[in-house]
């Protein structure tokens, strides 16, 4: 009896000092524990005599399905007590295997995790004879580390034999190992697949990390789509010829415009491009006199009466004015000079193909569309979440202390803010007009805190999110009713290209 008062006493105390449930991120566990197993109350004598129970141990193998269900495999070994076919009791050995399932009522920030037991199992008796068993009962799991727990259960095991009903109680040892799996409830944000482009390639095997591309490129973007990327494209806003690094030969005569004085004619390379039927070395239909009386005053080998900029030495493409990014946009005419870029966008660079020049673009290497200033625009679905959120996040009342049905809520925001890395999102709290001004202020502040302090503890960088208070400035109905200030009091999440 004192050994049991004791074991009571110390369950609890733990109870009420331990701290929290069995941590289901952890695929497996293995479990120890002593029994004391009561098979004489139910074959006719008292529960309350605990002298009377004897001993035994567990070993236990279990693994997780679910935030909530566990396959547990139990091996039992005792002495016991019951009644032989004379109806007088002898002590037996029995063995047991089982196969259970539990349902525990997992919550991450509760300090005791209760849970549910039922299965079926095989016992074998020290003289062979063997029956078959149905537990079902109850248990505890009280957190000593991340992933070790001391173990309280309580089984009753109706037998299909007669007088083999009994009680299984144990204290024992739980420990939990494997690879953590992400949770429902308690998750953090996914940082083992990064795609900073967001073009459905992983960084790690992307070549283009930092610029959307297609796939068949490996992630490079290819502007004038020839199926030559531009990091190795001459001409990446002209569709070519690999065999030219991707610049075109529109004459056919195996020079790329870019370096062929005469692109619309057919010509040698020996000519850089134009002809010379007679081989005189000198282009057709021009003779030494024609040279010398055509004036090229900055020496570019384009006439002065076609040169769009005479007096300063230039390209072809670019009718005979400079082009120093080579891209077929004169300087003169380059918003962007110094980048190979685009006619249509007036020489600058558009990344990531959405129409938008990257100096317009507040996401230039990610989609998106003219609305959102060309960062990719939010779904419909995360949009309502984010509304939903204003209403789902709670509060005790009077405080900051966020309430545990927020934390789903607060985790598909945190997700939301992995799938946009190009948006920051501002958190504003207000409040009803129920006590002082500066009092609501000071409280819708907090709260909003109390939002950035939980993203943030889920992964979400503080460098992209703000928090503020607005107290009662900003009502969204009248507080002249339970229900206007119950919308009142709200907080906000808005997210916001970068």
Known sequence: ???????????????????????????????????????????????????????????????????????????????VKSHDSDLEYIHKRVYGLDAQVQYQFYRAETKVNPYVLAGIGGVNESEGKFNMQIPFGFGFHFKMTENAY???????????????????????????????KEMMEEEKVDKDIIDSDNDGIEDEIDLCPQIYGPKELKGCPDRDEDGIP?????????AGLAAFKGCPDSDEDGVSDNEDECP????????????DDNNDEVQDDKSDEAIISISDKDGDGIADM??????????????????????????????????????AM?????????????????????????????????????????????????????????????????????????????????????????????????????????????LQRKGVSINRMNYAGYGEVSPISDNDSLRGRSLNRRVEFNLKPR
């Open 264 to 275: 619309n004619l057919k010509g040698s390379k020996a000519n850089n491009g134009c002809p």
């Open 346 to 454: 007036n020489g600058c660079p558009d990344s990531d193909g959405d129409g938008i020049d990257d100096s317009r673009d507040k996401c230039p290497n990610t989609k998106g569309s003219v609305a959102a200033n060309g960062c990719p625009g939010i779904s419909d679905a995360d949009l309502t979440t984010l509304e939903t959120a204003m209403r789902a996040v709670q509060f005790d009342t009077g405080k900051a202390t966020l309430k545990p049905s927020s934390y789903p809520i607060l985790n598909q925001i945190g997700n939301i803010m992995s799938r946009y890395p190009n948006y920051n999102l501002s958190i504003e709290g207000h409040s009803d007009n129920v006590g002082s001004a500066v009092n609501n202020q000071l409280l819708s502040e907090r709260r909003a805190r109390a939002c950035y302090e939980y």
């Open 230 to 238: 531009d990091y190795r494209d001459d001409c990446p806003s002209i």
């Open 150 to 180: 001391m173990n309280w259960q309580s089984e009753f095991r109706y037998s299909l034999e007669d007088d083999r009903n009994n009680f299984h109680h144990g204290l024992g040892f739980t420990y939990l190992f494997g690879a953590k």
């Open 1 to 79: 009896m004192t050994r049991i008062t004791i074991l009571l006493s110390f369950i609890l105390i733990f109870c009420l000092n331990s701290a929290s449930a069995q941590n289901p991120q952890y695929p497996y566990g293995l479990n120890f524990k002593a029994l004391f197993m009561d098979y004489q109350s139910q074959n006719g004598g008292d529960i309350s005599n605990f002298s009377a129970y004897h001993h035994g141990f567990e070993i236990s193998a279990q693994k997780s399905i679910n935030q909530n269900i566990n396959v547990v495999v139990p091996f039992k070994y005792g002495v």
């Open 306 to 343: 076609d040169d769009r900029c005479p007096n300063t030495k230039g390209s072809i493409t670019a009718k005979g004015c400079p082009d120093d990014d080579k891209d077929g946009v004169s300087n003169y005419d380059d918003k962007c000079p110094n980048k190979p870029g685009i006619k």
